[in-house]
T-cell receptor, first 113, second 115 residues
Framework: DADVTQTPRNRITKTGKRIMLECSQT?????MYWYRQDPGLGLRLIYY???????NKGEISDGYSVSRQAQAKFSLSLESAIPNQTALYFC????????????FGPGTRLLVL | AQSVAQPEDQVNVAEGNPLTVKCTYS??????LFWYVQYPNRGLQFLLK??????LVKGSYGFEAEFNKSQTSFHLKKPSALVSDSALYFC?????????????FGAGTILRVKS
């Protein structure tokens, strides 16, 4: 969905480095989500936010942090990257009107060496 | 906790034949169920959802899904497969939380349509 953008699209980093993945949306949605995708495991929720002042841990939040800078922006940080954080990361948005339907960004492919 | 299971890692079908991608669910309360598709190097795209009403839900690209409460299933179907339908398909269920809802995804099923 072009209304949800993620930067960077690809990133290679080294163990121990701090890295930030960014998500922006123009859909006007108040809810935003970060997932990681690993082969055979589907998508697992890392963090989610239902409005600017709301942050919630998901299924696999350890080693990650987030910041909701504005309604349209939701960033994911890896404070000290490790190789098992190598994955495909997706941002998604939704609102009450969409009745739980989430709209996904194109993903960020992260490789931690 | 709410969950969905996709029992097949991969489904192979010939072009022009009907296809089915299976999903079963486990929820407390009324289920909200979704299907998403992921093409190579792309994000997930919404296909269809069931909230209430008619058990047969029609979605994008000619796909439909049948909600079966007695079998706790929500299988994705298409009467005639296209090579371009080849992709990774995810079933998902709404998980109601105290402060809002989120989706729980299955592991995904690879669909390969051969010409």
């Amino acid at each position: 969905d072009a209304d949800v953008t993620q930067t960077p699209r690809n990133r290679i980093t080294k163990t121990g480095k701090r890295i930030m993945l960014e998500c922006s949306q123009t859909k006007g949605h108040d809810r935003m989500y970060w997932y990681r995708q690993d082969p055979g495991l589907g998508l697992r929720l890392i963090y989610y936010s239902f409005d600017v002042k709301d942050i919630n841990k998901g299924e696999i939040s350890d080693g990650y942090s987030v910041s909701r800078q504005a309604q349209a922006k939701f960033s994911l940080s890896l404070e000290s990257a490790i190789p098992n954080q190598t994955a495909l990361y997706f941002c998604a948005t939704s609102d009450l009107a969409s009745k739980e339907t989430q709209y996904f960004g194109p993903g960020t492919r992260l490789l931690v060496l | 906790a709410q969950s969905v299971a996709q029992p097949e890692d991969q489904v192979n079908v010939a072009e022009g034949n009907p296809l089915t991608v299976k999903c079963t669910y486990s929820v407390s309360g009324n289920p909200y169920l979704f299907w998403y598709v992921q093409y190579p190097n792309r994000g997930l795209q919404f296909l269809l959802k069931y909230i209430t009403g008619d058990n047969l839900v029609k979605g994008s690209y000619g796909f439909e899904a049948e909600f079966n409460k007695s079998q706790t299933s929500f299988h994705l179907k298409k009467p005639s497969a296209l090579v371009s339908d080849s992709a990774l398909y995810f079933c998902a269920v709404r998980d109601e939380g105290e402060y809002g809802n989120k989706l729980v995804f299955g592991a995904g099923t690879i669909l390969r349509v051969k010409s």
